[in-house]
């Protein structure tokens, strides 16, 4: 644990004590457990931005905040070579897209083993901004109790959180159940390209949604569609539209069909959810996905998120990056097909468990051992299609691993517009990496990595790869301004250096020599 990390974890218990509190009346100030204060004194936690932020207002300590101004960076010394094992967490786009669907239903929803990221703080600011009551609870603070109001307040919305997320998009298919008009801001997320959010307006219409974009506004009007049955065909087999023409369908009376939906991980983890609040749905994991709506939904519920395939994939990559055997333990093998077999053909001997089932009930998991290979190019371009193809977020991965292997590869990223530019960033590392085009990267390799000073590109799977590479350079990194990182990956230094990385976190500008 880093230096930095104490002294917060100290001058956090100094306050509490100068005050009087024990850690389970500073933890009810926080919504959160005793079990997860005790951690943060003790320097034990990876606090996020918001967390401190509650912790200097709740403690009354400006000094908190003047601590820790400026931004958070990873400092990494390499080479790296790891070894044991360490398990994948769940995923953030499921999460995003359950606390989303949170909305749906007037019981209690708990929603356990969410991953604490930055982007699952947004929305959990988004929503207790417009009136929601949300608790950590659990051992390890990792599960969300949420409970809605009988009138949510949108016109409260917490506007700057909002707009740091590509999620807010999916308040649409819920909040158009309880309004007949409503606001919401402009989406953000990662920064690739031109991101369109036509396929959303164009699926949500024929549910009698209706929404004009003015001024930094999703402006919306509600006019219900009152058929028994609708069949709608999403004009993009995208991963948020599916996911919100299903919260649309959810509470929608009657048959909707959703064609050209898509079966990707978050939105089976959706579906296992609205199941579970009592929302009948055939087809999961398939192009086509049947939805009888139920008009009111007022269930206590429980529901595990299951793991992350994309954290998995980052894992998996540390250990080849790296050329060193670790265990990756609790991988969802549904979603990883693609991304193992292009590994075998470079020639990456891997070692796979039994299969065995995740806490959600559904998704199948395997432990994955990766072990020190020598790697190929592979004979074709690798490129994403939406599942079951390779992930559209596990191509960046590649390309650093085509860096380390002999030969010619190319990687075709026809999905986003500025993906492969961020990637063009490892050439700093060392890399023979060219852009052919804006979407097509051509890698020479094997690379002899070299560690630099250099700025997260705004963009996260882009950013995890720089922070592998720089892993497997010889000398320091500066990874500077890592919010974008800590927006998918929990503890991801403390994680990795329990493998044997060397990633210290430190606030402000790196020392000048
Ligand atoms: C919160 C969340 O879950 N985010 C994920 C979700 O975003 P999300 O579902 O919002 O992704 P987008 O709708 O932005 O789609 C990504 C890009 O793919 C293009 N596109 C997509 C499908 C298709 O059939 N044709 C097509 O051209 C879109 O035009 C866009 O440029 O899915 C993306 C693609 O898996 C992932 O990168 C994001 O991590
Ligand atoms: C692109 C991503 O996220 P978002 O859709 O939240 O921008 C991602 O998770 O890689």
Request: aromatic share 6%; proline share 4%; charged share 20%.
């Amino acid at each position: 644990m880093s230096t930095t990390s104490q002294a917060i974890g100290t001058m956090i218990r100094d306050g509490r004590v100068a005050r009087g509190w024990s850690q389970q009346r500073l933890a009810d100030e926080l919504g959160t457990a005793q079990s997860a204060v005790h951690r943060i004194e003790n320097g034990q936690q990876n606090l996020s931005l918001s967390m401190i932020d509650r912790l200097a207002d709740a403690l009354d300590m400006p000094l908190i905040h003047t601590a820790t101004e400026g931004k958070l960076n990873f400092q990494i010394t390499g080479p790296t070579k790891l070894s044991g094992d360490i398990a994948v967490r769940t995923s953030k786009n499921a999460a995003v897209a359950l606390l989303c669907a949170s909305l749906l239903n007037r019981g209690t929803t708990v929603l356990r083993g969410i991953a604490r990221i930055e982007e699952v703080d947004r929305i959990c600011e988004v929503l207790t901004s417009i009136g929601v009551t949300m608790k950590w609870i659990g051992d390890r603070s990792q599960d969300l109790e949420i409970r809605r109001p009988e009138v949510l307040t949108p016109a409260t919305i917490n506007q700057r959180a909002a707009r740091r997320t590509r999620s807010i998009l999916m308040f649409l298919g819920p909040l158009m159940h309880d309004f007949d008009t409503f606001e919401l801001p402009y989406a953000g997320g990662c920064d690739l390209g031109a991101r369109t959010v036509h396929p959303h307006m164009s699926a949500l219409r024929r549910f009698g949604l209706g929404v004009e974009a003015t001024d930094g506004q999703y402006q919306a009007s509600v006019d219900k569609c009152t058929l028994s049955e609708r069949h709608i065909t999403l004009v993009e087999r995208g991963d948020t539209v599916t996911e919100n023409a299903l919260m649309a369908a959810a509470r929608t009376e009657g048959v909707s069909v959703l064609r050209n939906a898509s079966g990707n991980y978050m939105v089976q983890d959706l579906c296992f959810f609205l199941q579970k609040l009592g929302v009948r749905i055939e087809g999961i994991g398939t192009t086509t996905l049947r939805v009888e709506g139920v008009k009111n939904i007022d269930v206590d519920v429980e529901y595990f998120i299951s793991e992350d395939p994309i954290e998995a994939m980052s894992l998996l990559t540390a250990g080849i990056v790296t050329n060193s055997e670790i265990t990756v333990r609790r991988c969802p093998i549904e979603f990883l097909e693609v991304e193992i077999a292009v590994l075998e053909e470079m020639g990456q001997q891997m070692e796979m468990s039994a299969e065995y089932t995740s806490n959600n009930g559904c998704t199948r998991l395997v432990d994955v051992t990766v072990k020190p290979s020598k790697l190929v190019a592979p004979l074709d371009k690798i490129h994403p299609m939406p599942f079951p193809g390779l992930n559209i977020d596990n191509l960046p991965f590649f390309a650093v691993i085509c860096a380390t292997a002999e030969g010619q590869s190319v990687i075709y990223d026809w999905v986003y517009d500025n993906r492969a530019i961020h990637l063009k960033k490892l050439a700093d590392f060392g890399a023979n990496v060219q852009l052919m085009d804006a979407h097509r990267l051509l890698i020479i390799g094997p690379t002899r990595w070299r560690g630099r000073n250099i700025e997260c590109p705004p963009a996260l799977r882009p950013a995890v790869c720089l922070l592998l590479a720089a892993m497997a350079s010889r000398g320091t990194t500066n990874l500077l301004d890592v919010y974008v990182i800590n927006r998918g990956y929990e503890d991801l230094p403390q994680r990795l250096n329990a493998l044997g990385a060397n990633i210290n976190v430190f606030w402000g500008e790196p020392n000048a020599d």
